[in-house]
């Protein structure tokens, strides 16, 4: 029997860049003059320079997008749907800002159509600012976590989320008690969970300081009874938040003890920040291979802290990058890349331009144990990829004109990048985000 014969559309731009493991070592992939071919499953079927580049059999269309430069589809491994109208809310410290803006703004959230409204804008924020792939947090409410299932689905990104957990700790609107989180948890994961390869359920206790005993205990058993969802939520934000999980969690030897107690640490959980971590944390971390999610302008917004990714490292924790809206306070990977290298140079350390975009795409993918699917751009890969203009921002162009190497733009871009220099974002080859024309 021939092969299924199915058409190939080729995409054609001035670079293509991404990055790539080879071991240990991370190595940026550029290419010149380039072509990406995509079949009409939205996989990738080649990859080369243009000149050299053999027509498909099955050639469909080409599309040429000019002096522009293809990435993959960015990962934001941590970012809240309910907090996009806190984004900027300034003026104190974590626990505080979550009591004064964010509590607030969630238990909005049980309402359907602000639920929706949530999740809408959050996918057009993504497709504007190149992310194919998000772990998201919902409101403790499942009609929250609902709509941001459908309206990835249609969006057709990849999402891994689920409602959020809390009983304790916060206001009467954003709690919910045990029984009736669990059950709503796990209609749920049957409605969601895998229910496309781009949708996947994460049990989220929202922080040690919001989940009782009783609560952690029932989504340690939830994950015994779904070990492949994920687990995400937070660890070792802020030094006042660390010192009360202490003091509530006194039974536990540190916070990472909170939860590895109650079966939520594995090779499937991402913990976000993680700054104040101590060594036996960071160890115990990389032994159960679960990820460090940081989020670097969230961590200087709310002045949380500098982490030493430099340190981080040495122990073996995989680390990829987020937004973390709404305290952070933006949406581009471009300025939470800047944001990072930032932290590290103030600490005497200073990370390559491919360092970076590596943890805003393959880290990420290899985070969710999806490296195989999406991240970079190699042959059999779904072809989640981001067209990057650079005309769109004189400055930026003028700069990238007197630049030698691939990897010196690289850092132009990330430098001087946002949502402006994204022309187009495709999803599995489709193309979801277009930029407006100018005039
Ligand atoms: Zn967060």
Redesign the pocket.
Known sequence: MSPERVPITVHRAKEIWFTRREGDAIKLVTLMDAALGVDSKGKITAIGRASEFKSPAYLEKIIDHGDSILIPGFVDA?V?SPQLSVIGAGGMPLLDWLTKYVFQAEAQFKHPNVALAGAQRLTRELKQNGVTTAAV?SSVHAVAAEALFQEFDSAGLRLISGKTSMDVGAPAGVLQPVQADITEQEILIERWHKKSSRLHYAITPRFALSCSRELMLALGELRERHPTCYVQT?ISENLEEVAAVKGVWKTCSDYLAVYEDHGLVGDKTLL??GIHLTDSELKRMAKAKATLVH?PT?NTFLGSGLIDLKRVGEFGVHVCLAS?IG?GTHFSPWQTMLECYKIQALQGSRLSAHELLYRTTLAGAEALGMSAVCGSLEVGKEADFVVVNPARKPLLAERLAVTESASDRLFACITLGDDRIIEHTYVAGNLVYCQPSPD
């Open positions: 941590h809240h947090f937070h976000a920040h989020c969230s973390d305290a």
